[in-house]
């Protein structure tokens, strides 16, 4: 099991070269080649994901039944992501490749993971129930009946505040798990790092190249929104994609002071 060692302070993670505007593109290509390498490793997580995300929103008319699912994402996705990134690390080693290979790296990481998911799950839990406190405050309701969206177009049955106070926590969220994951589960695979430690590696990443990385949460924005588009299918190919690439983003600051 992984210790929670600090092995280095996140503000060591220094880019001292100017990493060019769409080199995020480039990370999507090696992720690419990473997943040709091991198509169905990395697609057995994507197709978990996919399985799990059509059983969570099979009710999805209700915003709050759609918050619960973007929390039980945010508890489970570092852990498949740290199965995705252990594939693209032991390729780039030359070591072993195959899925029962990448689940190892769950028993060896385990503690600092669960951490990882848990801080994510009690931040974005804080900031759902402020919203809709705040909400509550205003409106006096924080969503329609649940009883009137079972057929009904929920959408259409939001009021303009509580569409803006749903947007602005989605807005909100995705930023902050943004800042605080977008390296975080590689540094602690790579790095034994605890899961804070980690966090601050992330964020100190997105303030060293905030115009590659606001490229490259684009990127992942545009992907994410396809896969939902076509009905979670496109998430069996996006999602190990998206997890791949993580590695590749982490090698880009994190493994070249090592």
Do not use: K
């Not at 994507?46 to 915003?63: E, I, M, N, S, T």
């Not at 852990?79 to 029962?100: H, I, Q, Y």
């Not at 919203?131 to 924080?142: A, E, F």
């Amino acid at each position: 099991m992984a210790t929670t060692t600090h092995y280095r302070d996140p503000q060591s993670l220094q880019v001292n070269r100017r990493i060019p505007l769409f080199r995020p593109f480039g990370w999507l290509a090696d992720a690419g080649r990473d997943l040709l390498a091991h198509p169905l490793a990395s697609m057995a997580y994507g197709v978990l994901v996919a399985v799990l995300g059509a059983l969570v929103l099979a009710y999805q008319r209700h915003p709050l039944f759609i918050a619960s699912a973007v929390l039980g994402f945010l508890l489970i996705g570092p852990v498949f992501t740290a199965g995705l990134c252990e594939l693209s690390r032991r390729r780039s080693r030359g070591e072993l490749v195959n899925f029962d290979t990448s689940l190892r790296v769950l028993v060896r990481c385990r503690q600092p993971l669960l951490r990882l998911s848990l801080i994510l799950l009690v931040v974005a839990a804080a900031w759902f129930a402020i919203s809709l406190g705040v909400l509550y405050w205003m409106h006096g309701s924080i969503a329609p009946p649940l009883e009137s969206t079972v057929w009904g177009d929920v959408w259409r049955q939001l009021t303009p505040p509580q569409l803006a106070v749903y947007g602005t926590s989605a807005l909100v969220l995705s930023v902050l798990a943004f800042l605080l994951t977008v390296i975080s589960v590689p540094t602690i695979i790579d790095r034994e790092a605890s899961a804070v430690s980690a966090m601050r590696s992330s964020a100190a990443a997105v303030r060293q190249q905030p115009l590659v990385m606001l490229v490259w949460a684009l990127l992942v924005c545009a992907l994410v929104i396809v896969g939902f588009a076509t009905w979670l299918l496109g998430l069996v190919v996006i999602f190990p994609l998206l997890g791949h690439a993580t590695w590749r983003v982490y090698e880009e600051f994190g493994r070249q002071d090592r």
